[in-house]
T-cell receptor
Framework: GAVVSQHPSRVICKSGTSVKIECRSL??????MFWYRQFPKKSLMLMAT?????????EQGVEKDKFLINHASLTLSTLTVTSAHPEDSSFYIC???????????FGPGTRLTVT | QQQVKQSPQSLIVQKGGISIINCAYE??????FPWYQQFPGKGPALLIA?????SEKKEGRFTISFNKSAKQFSLHIMDSQPGDSATYFC????????????FGQGTILTVHP
C-alpha cells in the first residue's frame, strides 16, 4: 500500500515553455502533498506544501508564480513550472502524507531538463 | 533549530558488515524520525521510523537507535549487502513543522561484495 505515482518520469522542454507534473496517490487519500526539488548528490529541498482544496504554502525563496501548485482532489496534485529556464532543470519529487500520521510516501520523481 | 545533521557523508562497508549512519537534531519538538533509502534516479522509500517514546526499533536487518537526551538517532544495517548500496536520508518532523520533514544531508553507502 501507500503508492505514489508521478507523471511524466522524464521531460525535456524548451526555455520559455511551461511543464506540468502530476502526482497521484494510488491507494490512499492524501490530505497533504509535498513537492521537493533535488539537485545531484544533494538532499531534498522542500518547495511547497499542498492541502486539498486550499492554496499551497511555499517555502521561503520559492517563487509561487513560477512553480504553480494545484491540489484539486485527495489523490492528485500538480506542479506547473512556468516559463521554464535551464536553471529550473532538476529532479522534482512529490510525496503524499497519510491523514493520521507523519508518514510520507514519495513518488518516483520527474527529471526535468530545460534546453 | 530546524536542522538535522547527518554523518558520515559517505560510507564504504564490506559485505556482511554493519553500516552505521548517525543524525543529530536541535528542535526538541520533533517527535517523528524516519529513515529513507534512495536509489539513483528514484524517489526516496520509507525504510523505518521511530517516535521518541522508544529507544530502539528493529525491522529485519535495519535498526534505529534513539537517544532523546542527546538528541541523536542512528540507523544500523546489519549484514550489509551490495543491494543496500544507496543514499540514506534521516529526517525529522513535529512541533510547528507538523507533517513537514526536515532532511539530513544524506549518506552514500557502498557495500563491496
Amino acid at each position: 500500500g501507500a503508492v505514489v505515482s508521478q507523471h511524466p518520469s522524464r521531460v525535456i522542454c524548451k526555455s520559455g515553455t511551461s511543464v506540468k507534473i502530476e502526482c497521484r496517490s494510488l491507494d490512499f487519500q492524501a490530505t497533504t502533498m509535498f513537492w521537493y526539488r533535488q539537485f545531484p548528490k544533494k538532499s531534498l529541498m522542500l518547495m511547497a506544501t499542498s492541502n486539498e482544496g486550499s492554496k499551497a504554502t511555499y517555502e521561503q525563496g520559492v517563487e509561487k508564480d513560477k512553480f504553480l501548485i494545484n491540489h484539486a482532489s485527495l489523490t492528485l496534485s500538480t506542479l506547473t513550472v512556468t516559463s521554464a529556464h535551464p536553471e529550473d532543470s532538476s529532479f522534482y519529487i512529490c510525496s503524499a502524507g497519510l491523514a493520521w500520521g507523519y508518514e510520507q510516501y514519495f513518488g518516483p520523481g520527474t527529471r526535468l531538463t530545460v534546453t | 533549530q530546524q536542522q538535522v545533521k547527518q554523518s558520515p557523508q559517505s560510507l564504504i562497508v564490506q559485505k556482511g558488515g554493519i553500516s552505521i549512519i548517525n543524525c543529530a537534531y536541535e528542535n526538541t519538538a520533533f517527535d517523528y524520525f524516519p529513515w529513507y533509502q534512495q536509489f539513483p534516479g528514484k524517489g526516496p522509500a520509507l525504510l523505518i521510523a521511530i517516535r521518541p517514546d522508544v529507544s530502539e526499533k528493529k525491522e529485519g536487518r535495519f535498526t534505529i537507535s534513539f537517544n532523546k537526551s542527546a538528541k541523536q538517532f542512528s540507523l544500523h544495517i546489519m549484514d550489509s549487502q551490495p543491494g543496500d548500496s544507496a543514499t540514506y536520508f534521516c529526517a525529522a518532523s513535529g512541533g510547528t513543522s507538523y507533517g513537514k520533514l526536515t532532511f539530513g544531508q544524506g549518506t552514500i553507502l557502498t557495500v563491496h561484495p
